[in-house]
């Protein structure tokens, strides 16, 4: 096996290794219970994680074995993937570049703006018909009845915990509201009802409380942002490895075409 041969194989079978971390990074984004309940981001990176599996098996295979059809087809692939992978990390750095978060004086969480995101993210995901399925999703998960499971006993503990962009904006009211707090998903007597239009929008009820409101839709892109921030680390990682794969890759092919040439020509057929 050439030198060229020899690294390719190697660096494929790296590849290899960065899809199973892709795929089970496309797992747990498909877990969470924002992703759950948007079925339109579950599959990217899974689907993009399982390509290069494949890709990177062909490349292996090629390299192993001098075929100069499977390499050109292997990096004709790979240069179609780097592509989707490099139009994926750029589209996904625009859309959650903007951050609807704001600091609450005095609480240890954060509170959440649905004018602070893009409009594609907005647009796209909080449309009425889409919302009122997502919120019906949401209600069923258990990211709010595990607030009251944390044992948050007084009000300066909650207020100094660290709570998910979810569960900032779906489980209890604005600060602004001037709520009493009773347990953290509960809440009475505001003292300012009109300093917010989510105020009204907030109900003791379980399944209700403030999955109407529009801090829950921003608290909701505020997880989608953290955790694709999050996933696009692994999709740089990826990128960069296949495109070291593909430089080393073209080299490989062109070895296999001059080992071609001289077998040819040690047997007289040029």
């Known amino acids: 096996m050439g030198v060229a041969n020899y690294i390719t194989a190697v660096l494929n079978f790296v590849a290899f290794l960065c899809s199973i971390a892709i795929i089970a990074s496309g797992i747990w984004l498909s877990q969470k219970p924002d992703n759950i309940c948007i079925h339109i981001f579950r599959w990217p990176v899974i689907v993009l994680g399982f390509l290069i599996l494949l890709v990177s098996l062909a490349g292996f295979v090629g390299a192993c074995c001098y075929n100069k059809n499977l390499l050109a087809f292997y990096l004709c692939c790979m240069a179609i993937l780097i592509a989707l992978f490099l139009i994926l990390l750029v589209f996904a750095f625009v859309v959650t570049r903007p951050d609807g978060s704001y600091d609450v004086p005095g609480k240890g969480y954060k509170e959440y703006r649905l004018d602070g995101y893009s409009s594609w993210l907005r647009n796209r995901i909080l449309?009425?018909?889409?919302?009122?399925?997502?919120?019906?999703?949401?209600?069923?998960?258990?990211?709010?009845?595990?607030?009251?499971?944390?044992?948050?006993?007084?009000?300066?503990?909650?207020?100094?915990?660290?709570?998910?962009?979810?569960?900032?904006?779906?489980?209890?009211?604005?600060?602004?509201?001037?709520y009493t707090f009773v347990n953290p998903t509960l809440w009475t007597n505001p003292t300012?009802?009109?300093?917010?239009?989510?105020?009204?929008?907030?109900?003791?009820?379980?399944t209700q409380l403030c999955y109407n409101c529009n801090s829950c839709r921003a608290g909701l892109l505020g997880n989608l942002r953290s955790e694709w921030r999050k996933a696009n680390i692994i999709l740089i990682v990826a990128v960069v490895v296949l495109i070291c794969v593909y430089v080393i890759g073209c080299s490989a092919l062109k070895n296999a075409q001059t080992?071609?040439?001289?077998?040819?020509?040690?047997q007289g057929w040029i």
Request: glycine share 6%; charged share 20%.
């Open 192 to 206: 300012n009802p009109i300093g917010d239009p989510d105020c009204n929008l907030w109900s003791n009820d379980q």
């Open 259 to 266: 080992e071609e040439l001289f077998r040819r020509y040690k």
């Open 127 to 178: 449309g009425s018909k889409n919302w009122n399925k997502i919120r019906a999703c949401l209600a069923d998960t258990d990211f709010c009845p595990k607030l009251t499971q944390q044992q948050y006993m007084t009000v300066d503990q909650f207020f100094a915990a660290h709570l998910s962009p979810l569960q900032s904006g779906c489980c209890k009211p604005p600060a602004i509201c001037g």
